[in-house]
């Protein structure tokens, strides 16, 4: 009998959340039938977790839960952003499959049973849907999402692709390596990547909020693109080195008979500090990576 847990962070979506419920239900549903009928077993739960909603999430969340023994919660004390309300599900869900979904139906429930099939019948450890086009968001936010998506990767060496959201389907094993990733700064497209895992993508076309509205201002935007940034690289930390060298060899250059000895001088007083700030560089980002105790390798299968 395998299990599979739905898990819904929710900050304000008392509009959405029932919705969901009967959306989601329904294709659930279906797909305990057809696992009956192909002489196997699969229960399901939908555990929201409610991350400080203001308005009366929290309520309408005690009351499905009341009418439908599938549905369990968790309500935070305030908000804390939907990084620690996935962490939170992926902690308390007790399946042996964990989906996160969005409570706005934004991420079609009828993908789930082709994810359910690809890795249960196809042996990948994780299936995502993969978001098609945005015709809902301007032309900036698209610009601007695809700039950092290429600086991202430039940075960091991870292949986080733009429409490759949290939207994933995942066996208990990358469940379990992504809770043993204890950073406090959750930066979850990174944490996907660096536990790695073989993964499938399902593409999507983008839907529009079913109610309520997005809690993604462009700042907030900003602040994850420059989260994500430093959680996952140390070279912005580095990049004194270079600035060192050009100084350097500028200072050289002008010691040479004939040339302004002043300015060869500063030059070279000016690469010596920056060759320094390179190394306290090197040794910060050294400590930054130690300090969030990543795990040293993560392990498929053992036998
Ligand atoms: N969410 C959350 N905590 C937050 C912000 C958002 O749990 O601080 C949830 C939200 O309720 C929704 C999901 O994260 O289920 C995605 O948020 P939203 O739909 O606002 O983002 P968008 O789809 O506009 O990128
Ligand atoms: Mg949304």
């Known amino acids: 009998m395998s299990k599979l847990s739905v898990i819904v962070p929710c900050y304000n979506e008392e509009a959405a959340a029932g919705r969901f419920l009967q959306e989601t239900g329904r294709v659930l549903e279906q797909m305990t039938m057809e696992e009956e009928r192909k002489k196997r ?8 977790v409610d991350d400080g909603s203001s308005d009366g999430t929290a309520e309408v969340l005690r009351k499905l839960a009341e009418e439908n ?117 959750r930066y979850m497209k990174g944490i996907f990547s660096f536990v790695g895992f073989r993964t499938c993508w399902i593409p999507y076309e983008n839907v529009e ?41 500028g200072g050289l250059l002008c010691l040479f008979p004939g040339k302004n000895l002043a300015v060869g001088i500063v030059l070279l007083a000016a ?4 060759g320094y700030l390179q190394i306290l560089g090197s040794y910060l980002a050294r400590d930054c990576m130690e300090n969030r105790h990543r795990p040293v390798y993560i392990v498929r299968e053992k036998g």
């Not at 690469?271 to 920056?274: A, E, F, K, S, T």
Request: aromatic letters at 10%; proline letters at 2%; a positive charge.
């Open 41 to 48: 077993e699969l229960s399901y739960e939908i555990l929201f």
């Open 69 to 185: 023994s599938r549905v369990r919660y968790v309500i935070f004390s305030r908000n804390f952003g939907k990084e620690a309300a996935m962490y939170a599900g992926l902690q308390e869900a007790e399946g042996d499959l964990c989906v996160i979904m969005d409570a706005d139906l934004q991420h079609p429930p009828a993908l789930l049973p082709e994810m359910y099939r690809r890795i249960t019948e196809e042996g990948y450890d994780c299936c995502g849907g993969k978001r098609q086009g945005r015709e809902g968001d301007g032309v900036v936010r698209k610009t601007l999402s695809e700039m950092f998506y290429r600086v991202y990767r430039g940075l960091t060496g991870m292949k986080t692709e733009s429409g490759c959201g949290d939207f994933r389907m995942m066996k208990r094993t990358v469940a379990d390596a992504i809770l043993s990733m204890k950073e406090q700064n």
């Open 209 to 249: 909020r079913t109610a309520g509205v997005s809690k993604w201002s462009i700042r907030r935007l900003f602040r994850y693109a420059a989260d994500g940034i430093l959680a996952f690289s140390t070279l912005p930390l580095k990049t004194a080195g270079f600035l060192a060298a050009f100084l350097l060899l």
């Open 271 to 274: 690469g010596l500090q920056m």
